[in-house]
Every structure is written in structure tokens, then in C-alpha cells.
């Protein structure tokens, strides 16, 4: 990964992290259930919302809103876009006997319409969207008052008359606000996504060059976390037959295997990748000299780090075997967040593949190299040769 990148997620910002995962999940498939039917699940939305965007945690001395620390732990601003209340401004008669007016929507992470502008989703928080007999309400008002009213873990007696009036108030038994929220709560789970798409999407480049293989597992690379549930990225074969092992944050684990078969004294560009999509699935590919190999979707999301050199790395070895009687080269490994567009793709495809066998490293039998989390060195024990050539 890139050095400006490195963000040093620490352990207990990993469990922020993991608990922001859970909460995006909750939001996205109490929306799904919604669209089935089942609306009494726009109760959980109400109190995640809450918990998420508008209640505060004390935590040191410093009272944090958890979608706003995920945002700071990835150094991330969060702008949306919101259509601002220009009725009064255009009609000044029409405050008079006014009711009901909502205002603001659509709320989008890219401009719809013309005439919305971008705000900080902190501002927006802050804004007054509803107006209701004389009153107006802003947006965090809304959220609290739809939780409290409807079961949320914070049940607040104090709430004034005209805001329950407000949240009851309805159209064929069903409350006008509540799909204010759910375009809310879809807002929030495409921001979500994004921060966490951020640390746990990424995508690895390296030449590898299979000079003999041995009967066992033949580990080219293993990356374990420590302090973690055992999340790793260990690429490897078994008689030649290409294997990518990933387990998240969470200790959920796949093992792929590629059918093709890789042959020895043969170079090898290989293009492995993870995604979590917007319908929260995780993608995984994995291509060879830019074709594609192996094409893998996963029904649950899995939440990797990106981060690599939070890892202890091996090459040539695991972290359980210290030896293995394997040979082969690897060259330069990229490794970062996901490469938007074909053209920068084809960028990294092109410098890796001119660089063809020069500057790759050889390990010989009963040699490996490995790196400490935090350090980018790599010590090698063994017989390790460099090839100039």
C-alpha cells in the first residue's frame, strides 16, 4: 500500500470498525425486509439511525457520534448533497395557515438535480427540514423523536406535544416522516459502505515465477494480523493448483481454489482482488497475465483490512510452517485499495510486465522472508538470491 495511505488502524478501532460493519448491515437488511412487506422493521431503523447519527458516546472526556469517528479514524469527510428551503424565499405568502412542509429532499452522496448543493452531513444534522403548525424541526430532531416514538432504545418523555403530533401524522395510516428516514437510512448505508469500502477493499499485483513444486502446500505469500481473529490473505498451491485464503475481521474464512493449473518455469502477473458491492456481497477475483481466472461472489460481506503492513508477512512459508521445500521468484508486490478505471489498471499491468524477471527475488528451498506489522523491510533467512538480470 501507498505510504500516504497507511491509516494504523489499532485494535480498539478495529472493534469501532467492526461494530459500524454490524450497524450498516442491520440498517441495510431492515430496509430489504421493509421492501417485503415487513414495515414494523422501520423500527430498528429509527433506533440505529439514532445511535449511529445523533446520540452522543463519551469516550476520554469527548463526546463522539459513531459514524463521525469512523470518518475521522479514515481521515474521511462526509459531504452530501440536499435541496435547500427556498419556499418562503419564493412565496412568502404561503407560510400563512402552512401545516405541514418537508424540505431538503432528496439527500444523495451525488448531485441529482440542479438545484441541490453540498453540505457536510454534520451541517445537515442540523438543519431545519420540517415545518409542522408554526414549528420547525431539524433533522436530528426528526430521527430522535421517530426512536422515541416508536420504541427506540432511548424513550424520551420530554418530547414536545406538536413533535409526537408530527411523527403520528400520516396519509392512508402511514406516517408521512417515515419515508423521510428511509431515504435517510439509505443515504447512510451508501456512506457506510464507502468508509468501509475504504480500508477493507484492495487489490494485489505480483509476478511469480513457480520454478519447482512440491508435494505439500507451496506458499508464495501469507499476510496474518495479529491481535486479530485470525484475518489473513495467503495466496498458495497444491500441485500446482492456485489457492486464495481470506478471513476477515470477524474470523469468516473462504479458501478458493482456481482450476487452471500454473506450470513451472513459467512467469506468472497475477491480479488478485476483494470488494464489498452496495448490496453488500463480497466480490473476489483473481486474474493471470490479465485474464480472468477465478470470479467468486460471496453472499457475506467480508470485512477484510486493507492495511497491509499492520500484518505479519511470509513468503516462501506460512506462519505455522517455517520451512517448505518450494522454490520459486516473486517479484515487486503492489498491493492498495481498489484501482478505479481500466486505464490506471492497465498502468500497473504495464510497469510490472516490462519489469518482466529483472529485480525478482529467488527463494531456495528452506528459505523465506518475512515482516513485522508495522515495518516495511522484509528480513530473509536462507538461501535468497536477487536477480538483476
Excluded: W
Amino acid at each position: 500500500m501507498d505510504k500516504d495511505q497507511v491509516l494504523n488502524i489499532k485494535k480498539t478501532n478495529i472493534d469501532k470498525l467492526i461494530e459500524f460493519f454490524h450497524a450498516i448491515r442491520i440498517i441495510h437488511d431492515s430496509k430489504t425486509l421493509i421492501d417485503t412487506g415487513k414495515f414494523y422493521q422501520i423500527t430498528t431503523i429509527f433506533g440505529q439511525l439514532r445511535a449511529l447519527l445523533t446520540d452522543k458516546t463519551k469516550e476520554r472526556n469527548k463526546e463522539l457520534k459513531p459514524l463521525f469517528e469512523i470518518a475521522r479514524i479514515l481521515e474521511s469527510e462526509i459531504l452530501i448533497y440536499y435541496m435547500p428551503d427556498t419556499l418562503e424565499l419564493d412565496l412568502p405568502f404561503i407560510s400563512e395557515g402552512l401545516l405541514l412542509h418537508i424540505s431538503s429532499l432528496p439527500v444523495s452522496i451525488e448531485k441529482q438535480l440542479p438545484s441541490q448543493e453540498q453540505i457536510s452531513l454534520e451541517e445537515y444534522l442540523d438543519i431545519e427540514i420540517v415545518k409542522y403548525k408554526g414549528e420547525a424541526y431539524k433533522t436530528f430532531q426528526i430521527i430522535n423523536s421517530l426512536s422515541d416514538k416508536f420504541g427506540g432504545s432511548h424513550y424520551d418523555t420530554k418530547v414536545p406535544q406538536h413533535l409526537i403530533e408530527l411523527v403520528s401524522f400520516g396519509i392512508n395510516n402511514q406516517p408521512i416522516l417515515h419515508n423521510l428516514v428511509i431515504q435517510i437510512a439509505n443515504l447512510f448505508v451508501k456512506i457506510g459502505l464507502n468508509l468501509v469500502k475504504k480500508i477493507s477493499d484492495f487489490e494485489i499485483y505480483v509476478n511469480i515465477f513457480p520454478d519447482s513444486f512440491s508435494i505439500e502446500e507451496n506458499y508464495f505469500f501469507d499476510y496474518f494480523l495479529p491481535n486479530s481473529n485470525n484475518s489473513r490473505i495467503t495466496l498458495y498451491c497444491i500441485q500446482g493448483k492456485l489457492r486464495l485464503y481470506l478471513c476477515d475481521l470477524l474470523g469468516r474464512c473462504v479458501n478458493l481454489e482456481v482450476e487452471q493449473m500454473l506450470e513451472v518455469k513459467t512467469s506468472y502477473l497475477l491480479n488478485i482482488s476483494h470488494r464489498i458491492t452496495y448490496d453488500l456481497k463480497s466480490e473476489i477475483k483473481i486474474g493471470k497475465d490479465g485474464i480472468n481466472i477465478l470470479d467468486q461472489v460471496i453472499n457475506e460481506p467480508l470485512l477484510m483490512l486493507n492495511e497491509i503492513h499492520s500484518y505479519q508477512g511470509y513468503f516462501n512459508r506460512s506462519q505455522e510452517r517455517e520451512f517448505q521445500e518450494f522454490e520459486f521468484d516473486i517479484g515487486e508486490i503492489i498491493i492498495r485499495s481498489i484501482v478505479d478505471g481500466d486505464k490506471n489498471r492497465s498502468e500497473i499491468f504495464n510497469y510490472l510486465l516490462k519489469k518482466e524477471q529483472k529485480g525478482m527475488i529467488y527463494f531456495n528451498k528452506k528459505s523465506y522472508g518475512q515482516s513485522a506489522p508495522g515495518e516495511r523491510d522484509i528480513k530473509m533467512t536462507g538461501q535468497v538470491e536477487s536477480k538483476e538480470q
